[in-house]
């Protein structure tokens, strides 16, 4: 970089994003793996997550994620996301949100990606991980349970389908009919046999169950239901009473990060006393130094890291460098010192 000409800001919208992440199924898994084990080989930094949160309501929020990768090519950068549940039903998504990307030398700003997309692929990668570091049956599922039957649903069905599992069932419930609706004809599109199910019986019917609601408290706590243990993704964080919790074999992605803001394992927690019941952390579960449980539910509760949306638009940005897209070149002052030269 010139000393007296900061860099471009490139911008970088929803259609290359999405374009890429249907290109590169496989690169975003290995990707998000690797940024599992860098954050817990010391090569990224992954601090506390911040919520912008409202007087007016308890559900909507924004949250930013700071985080930097120092791996062979070091970048830092910062996602800024939004979740308001309400926009589902004025035709909006719940989530929005802003990538930045800094530069790791001379901090300055390199790229704005559209966030949306990249958090809910990282996070479906994420699903798809910790399903086949604890299901019995790696690759295989007779009936996969979805229960949130939005985008985070769809990605996350996607993206199995796209690593090789075979789905012999799927079974669908969200509070909104329509949305499940929604996502069964999503998935015989693409030839996933599914049908929509009262919550009970998606549950209890299925060995594999995601859960992806925007749920701020437990609703379910029905620890029976879960008797046949199956493998729990779960995404949404706080569906699960603490009693179902304790019950199961846990695995985080982040321990000391899943260990508040009311979730569900922060929950447990609180009520145990002790962490005993948390079997470790996916880097962990990646090495294969954690054995899943076939006799308790074993449930996978991923809090969300910032370098993992990091890794992703890194690569996103980098590929799509060549490709037409806005750049700015003058979005930067001129330096001060430039000026005295």
Known sequence: MDKHHPPALSLLGAEPIEAWLQANPGRLLELVAQAYLDAAEGRAGNPDSHFLRFADSDRNRIIALPAVLDDAQPIAGLKWIASFPENTHHGLDRASALIILNDRHTGYP?????????????????????????????????????????????RTLRLLQQAGWALEQIHLC?????????????????????????????????????????AVRPGIDQSAWFEHAPTVLHLSLRDLAPGVMLAAQNLADDVGHCLKAATSLELAWRQAGHQRFIAGDISQALRGQITPDRTRPRIFSPFGMGVLDLAVARAIHHDCAAQPHLRVADFFPRPYQADQA
């Open 110 to 154: 390199l790229a704005c990606l559209e966030g949306s997309l990249i958090s809910a692929a990282r996070t479906a990668a994420s699903a798809v991980l910790g399903a086949r570091c604890l299901h019995p049956t790696p690759g295989h599922s007779a009936a996969f349970g979805v229960v949130g039957c939005g985008p985070i649903a769809w």
């Open 174 to 214: 969200d509070l909104d009919p329509a949305r499940a609706e929604r996502l069964r004809q999503h998935c015989q599109a693409v030839g996933l046999p599914a049908q929509v199910r009262p919550l009970e019986r998606c549950v209890r019917d299925s060995d594999l169950l995601l859960f992806a609601t925007s």
